[in-house]
T-cell receptor, first 113, second 114 residues
Framework: DGGITQSPKYLFRKEGQNVTLSCEQNLNHDAMYWYRQDPGQGLRLIYYSQIVNDFQKGDIAEGYSVSREKKESFPLTVTSAQKNPTAFYLC????????????FGPGTRLTVL | AQSVTQLDSQVPVFEEAPVELRCNYSSSVSVYLFWYVQYPNQGLQLLLKYLSGSTLVKGINGFEAEFNKSQTSFHLRKPSVHISDTAEYFCAVRVDTGFQKLVFGTGTRLLVSP
């Protein structure tokens, strides 16, 4: 079955540590996205990538970094510069510029201890 | 900038009762609207979308929504809810700024009780 996988489902981090969240899709989608979800705030766009080796900052990119070396993979690194990283992180993908539906992964819940 | 407003943060309802979840968007030339559902600790699943054509859109799980251009609304409705409909619902609008992007509302938590 095609879909998006995110790992791990739960992640704990000590303050000052960088951590990388995995996102993999086998839908052959060109575009991929990372969102952050906080209670009462909906989803906010962190980074997006239209094609391999290209990515753009979203609305809240500070303290985060990404890479897109393969079409299937779009990992997100939460760096120590992110002041409040505890949140639920969602990865999504869509097949192209004119496609209107984003498909979402199951999410990773990051907690900073 | 385009935006989405979901005025109700939480909507309690009894099983088998009808429900309406409200969504208003900021006006734009072309409007593409979506409703997603999120069950606890899961990702988002598309319920329905409006791209063009009929203003009444039917989705999965018995949900429907009506696009109202004059009121800039896209309210979600279901005539009879089930316990399993308990979830968070997000309205979103597509923004084209050289690339497709979704702007989400803050969500409405639907609580269905027996």
């Amino acid at each position: 079955d095609g879909g998006i996988t995110q790992s791990p489902k739960y992640l704990f981090r000590k303050e000052g540590q960088n951590v990388t969240l995995s996102c993999e899709q086998n839908l052959n989608h060109d575009a991929m996205y990372w969102y952050r979800q906080d209670p009462g705030q909906g989803l906010r766009l962190i980074y997006y990538s239209q094609i391999v080796n290209d990515f753009q900052k979203g609305d809240i990119a500070e303290g985060y970094s990404v890479s897109r070396e393969k079409k299937e993979s779009f990992p997100l690194t939460v760096t120590s510069a992110q002041k409040n990283p505890t949140a639920f992180y969602l990865c999504a993908s869509t097949s192209g510029r004119n496609n209107n539906e984003q498909f979402f992964g199951p999410g990773t819940r990051l907690t900073v201890l | 900038a385009q935006s989405v407003t979901q005025l109700d943060s939480q909507v309690p309802v009894f099983e088998e009762a009808p429900v309406e979840l409200r969504c208003n968007y900021s006006s734009s030339v072309s409007v593409y609207l979506f409703w997603y559902v999120q069950y606890p600790n899961q990702g988002l699943q598309l319920l329905l979308k409006y791209l063009s054509g009929s203003t009444l859109v039917k989705g999965i799980n018995g949900f429907e929504a009506e696009f109202n251009k004059s009121q800039t609304s896209f309210h979600l409705r279901k005539p009879s809810v089930h316990i399993s409909d308990t979830a968070e619902y997000f309205c979103a609008v597509r923004v084209d700024t050289g690339f497709q992007k979704l702007v989400f509302g803050t969500g409405t938590r639907l609580l269905v009780s027996p």
